[in-house]
């Protein structure tokens, strides 16, 4: 009953961890990722004490190394080990959060400075001699187009897995900003000294929102939360299920009355 009790516990327990790492792939903050991961090694760490407490258990009440209830055991242990080693992979990886630190950026800090980049192209627009109207407006919409193109291509760039692909996102980044960085040059050539401040305004909102736009890219690349949930959804999937036939089959067996043959 002792070794029945046992191997329940250890599905129980798995389940548990494996339902506790799937959270913290999932989580929306560093906080929750971070008490996921700790519930996961837990329940992990319990998985184990389980498992190394049934397996003299199981020799004490007669079953040998070659019987069927210890080779499941056996087999349990080396899928678990297997597991065990690739869901910490996994779980370190959730707990940067790369790619969702990315996507603040892109809501927060970059989206805040290309709005003052808008704002500052505003304010040249109003300052502008009436003779250069019509340039002005033209060269405004043309700078602020270009890094509303960037911004529109920071969506896939974070949801990309392939790093082919974000190579071609980052190239059309590349030349949406000096679509950007020329329109200033060529507003800054046409307007009067006294619209300085402003081509400075945007000048700056422009660097800084290159710089977050950096940053983005470099969190991005490293796709913590892309390849989490594609381990979760592929390889560590197979191996739950592996170890969960183990611990089925070895409840079963464990469920049935003891032959003679088993000793």
């Known amino acids: 009953m002792e070794a ?5 516990d250890l599905l129980v327990r798995f389940t548990t961890a494996a339902d506790a790492a799937n959270r913290a792939v999932m989580a929306g903050t560093d906080e929750t990722a971070t008490q996921h991961v700790r519930e996961a090694e837990q329940a992990k760490q319990a998985v184990q004490r389980d498992a190394d407490a049934l397996k003299p258990l199981l020799a004490g009440i007669g079953y040998t190394a070659k019987s069927g209830e210890s080779r499941l055991l056996e087999e349990f242990n080396g899928r678990f080990a297997e597991y065990r080693e690739l869901d910490n992979a996994i779980l370190g990886l959730a707990v940067e959060n790369t790619n969702l630190k990315a996507q603040r950026l892109s809501f927060g800090p970059a989206r805040a400075e ?9 304010s040249v627009a ?3 001699p009436a003779n250069d109207a019509w340039q002005v407006k033209a060269l405004t919409a043309t700078a602020l187009a270009a890094v509303r193109e960037i911004q ?5 760039h974070i949801a990309e897995a392939d790093d082919v692909a974000m190579t071609r996102l980052e190239e059309r980044m590349a030349l949406s900003e000096g679509l950007a960085r020329s329109a200033l040059r060529s507003l800054a050539d046409l307007l009067p000294s006294a619209s300085r401040p402003q081509i400075d305004a945007a000048t700056g909102a ?3 929102f290159h710089d977050l736009n950096s940053q983005l890219i470099v ?3 490293r796709n913590s939360n892309v390849h ?3 381990l979760s959804l592929g390889k560590k999937r197979m191996l739950t299920a592996r170890c969960e036939e183990s611990l089925r089959a070895l409840q079963d067996a464990l469920s049935k009355p003891i032959s003679a043959g088993t000793r």
Do not use: I, W
């Open 206 to 208: 422009l660097g800084r």
């Open 228 to 230: 989490s949930l594609a």
């Open 114 to 122: 290309a709005d003052a980049f808008r704002d500052a192209l505003e």
């Open 4 to 8: 029945e009790r046992l191997s329940s």
């Open 126 to 128: 109003r300052t502008s």
């Open 219 to 221: 969190l991005s690349r």
């Open 152 to 156: 529109v291509l920071q969506g896939p």
